[in-house]
């Protein structure tokens, strides 16, 4: 099999193929390391490539697919996970988590590890320990964050699918900045043993494909869930913050609406469903005594000392605010965001599905969005400039799948669809709906 052909393939094909005994687990691994020899230099998607591979079988749903493991979360054992930091240089768990467990008794092929920011803390994947991961569709633009490198090594034809995790908007917003399709999984569906962050944590898969999300969705999650019907679904124009939607991405969404009406879902327009501002409150201190709870975690761990030479500036404001913020303010917030949230679920009762932009703009900046930003006012202020819907689905437990909806110049955009917790199958599904309408790289401006 040529790189060339290699990349026109999805991860459904490349099983079928492998279990039909049209190509092998190691032809498929010669293939995308020639892809990924020449996409390396211009993306720095990859902070390791495997030499030899993890696993990889003639059989099974995911037959020799090559996979890449992000740098943070789920776990191989005696591989290195150093979780964009200087502080966890070197790191390696002695055991496999549940999430590769799976992947390997399904067949995939481990082939590296992608780059992530800090400890996962940011909307675009740069760090001081690997650098800057760059778009493939435009090298000037950031791949989004924190699985960054993951969609940008997708994006890119290196794998057709890749490990992806989401406690921010970290699946949705990559996926939508690369033009790929990325399911936040309800919460607690994909089993982790590495801790949920209270349950706004999940980890899935970020694919090329629709039918790929489907296959993944096979293997990796557990729980029940709820069968496809014809639904009601609202969508919403506007950003879910004080901005605004950047340029085309207000013609995607209803252009989306066309082909969600035509698809014989019932498609309503409503207002964003919430004050996001209400579930920022409560939302950035929980995710920053998450974020201090790693960086504490890992230096008594390891052993290294919490300075500026072993954290970025952004990390260490955010341990430093939180370990200041008395107790009595994280609860008053924490309840302002569960108000919040109650009035989120009541205003969304009258629709299945809630659908959005995913990035209020489409063209992500490098450097905006980084842990090297001077103070905490300028770095949550560009968060909220440009990831305004997707805070809620973590911290309500519920799924939320972002899918391509055209181009705004060399930027992708995506929709955000948001379901009740359990409909991730659902979700899934309109997501081949979408895909068979082809609208993924239609312009929008």
Known sequence: MTPDEYVSLDATTLAEMVDRGDVTAVELHAAATSVYERTHTDINAIVEWYAEPSAGA????????????????STEAGRLQEMGSRLTAGYRPSTTSPYFQRLAAAGAQVVGRSAVPEFIMHGTTESLTHGITRNPHDLTLS??????????????????????????????????????????????????????????????????????????????ATGPTHPMRPLRIGLTTDSWGEGSLGPGIEAGLRRLAEVLDDAGHDVVSIAPPIDVADIMRGWDPHFGRWIAHEVDRWAEAIGRPIDDTTIEPITRLQWQQIRATPIEQLSTDQLAADLALAAMDKGLDDVDIVVSATNDIAALPLHDLSGLLPDMGTYLAANDVYFSSLFPANISGRPAISVPIGQVHTAPAGAQLMGRRGDDRILIELARQIETAGIAIDPLV
């Open 58 to 73: 003639a059989t099974g749903p995911l037959a020799g697919v090559p996979f890449l493991r992000k740098d943070f979360g």
């Open 143 to 220: 791949a989004g964050g924190s699985s960054g490198g993951a969609a940008a090594a997708v994006a890119a034809g290196v794998v057709p699918a890749a490990h992806a995790s989401d406690c921010a908007g970290s699946i949705r917003i990559p996926a939508a900045a690369c033009g790929l399709y990325g399911l936040k999984p309800t919460s607690r569906m994909v089993e982790s043993d590495q801790g949920d962050w209270g349950g706004i944590a999940v980890e899935f898969v970020v694919t090329r494909t629709a039918r790929d999300q489907a296959r993944f969705f096979e293997v990796l």
